[in-house]
């Protein structure tokens, strides 16, 4: 791949990117804001109903975040002016068809003939998501934004960023292949996305015929979804959803210049704009607030699994690069960008280093006083997990029973809220199971690639860094990421 300097190919470039409120959207905005000033246009994608909503949510959502504090420092009064030079905000849902919700003709006509850049990021990552709306964002609306990017006159390159979990549960070593329609990861045939989406519909209609409530339709359209991700091997919606998105694409895709970028589990930035940016608590993140707040003792895993992790900064670099890389140039490239390769981390690793963060800075709890933790303890298997559940919480669900039988429903209420909590919790449990005991090792040779050619090309790499093998994950947690989501996530 021959390509010249990153930064030049943004410059004078027009951006569609979709889901522009996300965690990575908006890393990649501010970093092609901060490095080129001289992009022509960002074209932001905003799940709204108008203008003035979709100006609202990118206040408040977007440009109003942290992570925009070197934007604001370097243009001081001059941001607002640059910000809307530079940006245009499209209210439209990519799950509302080919036009994707875009009202405006006049505005659609303008992105066909300006666009050069197609950057998919819309996704609902829930991996229990009502099967309706996964469906209709994560597989269905991958569809609408391809179409969307086929009318554009200039287009030079489609960018889809995937997960790398489409592959399931699958062990060993996982390669960049592509899906090809109606694949399934069990071998059972008959996968269709279009039959999936009129089995949605009946459903919905039966739903409705019987006079759900709004409640019971969504339980049941969550389970739905489930239940349809099994049938062909995928664990969940979350997964099942953006693998058929990716079979779409490699459907409809013709001779488009098409990149999907599979990323692992995404974490805060490593070092851009600053260290340790990150919003929400994600998969690992709430064990580790939980175990520092004192309010989690034992995880379920196997502590000899790889967790694959990427900072979201590397992400995002690898997005620009592959972006200028296959520029006008009809191909079909697949980065699963990650770490279990060349820089595997444990489970242990990570127990051991947050039972090390929080010994020397604990949590300070509501009464002024530091949260003391032990080693978390680790539950080897879900029999034992069940093992463990009955032995804790059984004797005290029929203990309720009892004195609720005894003191006239006094205690219905309580036993109640128990017996829904295990509920919970056991549902929360099956959901991450398939990646507590991870055993696949995510094939990255593609990635490697792009990062040879970017050094031949004399890519400045200390700008476009996004080569997992250089992080030292105990400094990385201890001083960027546990930081951060103290800073930025619990405030």
């Known amino acids: 791949m021959e390509f010249g300097s990153v930064v030049e190919f943004l410059q004078d470039k027009t951006i569609l990117v979709t889901g522009a409120t996300g ?22 994608l ?21 992570l925009f504090r070197l934007l604001k420092e370097r243009l001081g009064a001059n941001l607002n002016a640059f910000i809307s030079e530079k940006t245009v905000l499209v209210p439209g849902d990519i799950s509302d068809g080919d036009d994707l919700g875009v009202g405006d003709s006049k505005l659609k006509e303008e992105m066909w003939n300006e666009l050069d850049i197609v950057v998919n990021l819309a996704a609902t990552t829930s991996f229990d998501e009502r099967y309706d709306v996964a469906l209709g964002i994560n597989t ?23 997960t790398a979990y489409v592959a399931g549960e699958r062990s060993g070593l996982i390669l960049e292949t592509p899906y090809q329609m109606g694949e399934s990861l069990n071998g059972v045939t008959g ?9 949605v519909k009946e459903k919905l209609n039966q739903l409705q015929a019987e006079g759900a409530t709004l409640e019971e339709t969504k339980v049941a359209m969550e389970n739905m979804g489930i239940d349809r991700a099994k049938v062909y091997g995928w664990p969940n919606t979350y997964a099942f959803t953006k ?4 079979m779409v694409v490699g459907h409809l895709k013709e001779d488009m210049s098409v990149v999907i970028l599979r990323p692992t589990i995404v974490t805060s930035t490593y070092k851009e704009p600053f260290p340790g940016w990150t919003e929400g608590l994600r998969t690992i993140d709430s064990i580790a607030i939980g175990y520092g707040k004192g309010r989690l003792s034992s995880f379920i895993g196997d502590v000899k699994s790889v967790i694959d992790l990427v900072p979201a900064d590397m992400v995002v670099n690898a997005m620009i690069v592959a972006m200028a890389a296959h520029a006008n140039r009809p191909s079909y490239a697949i980065y699963q960008v990650g770490s279990s390769l060349r820089n595997p981390l444990n489970y242990a690793n990570l127990r051991d280093i947050g ?14 006083k530091p949260v003391k933790v032990g080693k978390l303890k680790v539950i080897g298997s879900m029999t034992n997990f069940r093992r463990y559940m009955a032995v804790r919480y059984i004797p ?13 429903h006094q205690f219905e209420g309580r036993y109640n809220d128990l017996n829904r909590k295990i509920k919970f919790v056991m549902r929360l449990v099956e959901l991450y199971r398939p990646y507590s005991f991870f055993q696949g090792v995510f094939d990255d040779m593609n990635v490697q690639n792009l990062l040879v050619a970017a050094k031949q090309n004399c890519v400045k790499t200390d700008m476009f ?23 930025y996530v619990c405030k």
């Open 140 to 162: 269905l609306g991958v569809k609408h934004v391809l179409c969307f990017a086929k009318k554009c006159v200039k287009l030079m390159c489609f960018l889809h960023v995937s």
């Open 465 to 487: 860094y996004f080569d997992t093998k250089c992080i030292d994950w105990e400094d990385y947690f201890m001083n960027t990421h546990i930081p951060g989501l103290i800073k």
């Open 46 to 66: 905003l799940r709204a109903s108008d203008v003035e909503s979709a100006s609202l949510r990118f206040r408040t959502e977007v440009i109003g975040r942290d």
């Open 243 to 246: 693998a058929m998105g990716e």
């Open 191 to 199: 996968l269709d996305v279009y039959e999936e989406k009129r089995l």
């Open 355 to 368: 039972f090390i963060y929080f010994t020397n800075k604990p949590w300070i709890g509501k009464d002024g």
């Open 396 to 408: 005290l669900l029929k203990a309720l029973r009892l004195a609720n039988s005894a003191f006239c």
């Open 23 to 44: 965690f990575i959207a908006k890393i990649f905005v501010e970093k092609i804001l901060r490095i080129q000033p001289k992009v022509k246009k960002i074209y932001l």
